[in-house]
Every structure is written in structure tokens, then in C-alpha cells.
Nanobody, 123 residues
């Protein structure tokens, strides 16, 4: 069984910073690409940032230059450093990872989701 546990969300004023963490645990063989998504009230879930197993990163334009995605492979953890936060960044943030695992006699690759963490940017 694989679990992704998120932490680091909260309430912050505009211009402030927050660091989200997402730690994977279980019978993990390989963690491939890790991704951060967010979903604002009344809107669809959208991709925010991605990082490959080799460390290559991509960001959507609204967060480019303000957010940084990183990973610590030894800790099976992905981070999202969010600086210069704006009210429009308010959303539930979800991590996602494609993970290869050993389940009994089978080796399986599947996508796993974190539980989500609330980020609220307000004065």
C-alpha cells in the first residue's frame, strides 16, 4: 500500500510564503514524475508544477518565477515552495506521483494522490 501525505498548508497574507510537502510511503520501487495540482472553489483541478525523476521541472505561467518544485529522493518527498503569494493562489493543493510498487507477487505502476492541503491567501 502506498500513501502520499501532504502538509504545510495554511493561511498567509498576500506576499507571504508557504512550503508544501508530500511524502510517499509504502513498498515503493520507483517514483517517477511527481506533480502538484490545485483546485480553487468552483473551478476544475489544474496542474501547477511537475518534476521528473531526473529533476527536470515545469510550471504553469501564473506561478512561474514565484513557485519552486523540488524533490528529495532519499525521503520520497516532493516540495512546493510558494513565494509572493497572491489571493488567486487560494486553493486546495494536491500532490500526485506515478509509482512502481511491489504488491504481493506483482509489480505494478499506478498514479497516487495526496489528501490535499488548503492554502488560503488573504489579508
Amino acid at each position: 500500500q502506498v500513501q502520499l501525505v501532504e502538509s504545510g498548508g495554511g493561511l498567509v497574507q498576500p506576499g507571504g510564503s508557504l512550503r508544501l510537502s508530500c511524502a510517499a510511503s509504502g513498498s515503493i520501487l520507483i517514483i517517477n514524475t511527481m506533480v502538484w495540482y490545485r483546485q480553487a472553489p468552483g473551478k476544475q483541478r489544474e496542474l501547477v508544477a511537475t518534476i521528473t525523476s531526473g529533476g527536470s521541472t515545469n510550471y504553469v505561467d501564473p506561478v512561474k518565477g514565484r513557485f519552486t518544485i523540488s524533490r528529495d529522493n532519499a525521503k520520497n518527498t516532493v516540495y512546493l515552495q510558494m513565494n509572493s503569494l497572491k489571493p488567486e493562489d487560494t486553493a486546495v493543493y494536491y500532490c500526485n506521483a506515478r509509482i512502481t510498487t511491489r504488491q504481493s507477487v506483482n509489480i505494478t505502476t499506478a498514479d497516487y494522490w495526496g489528501q490535499g492541503t488548503q492554502v488560503t491567501v488573504s489579508s
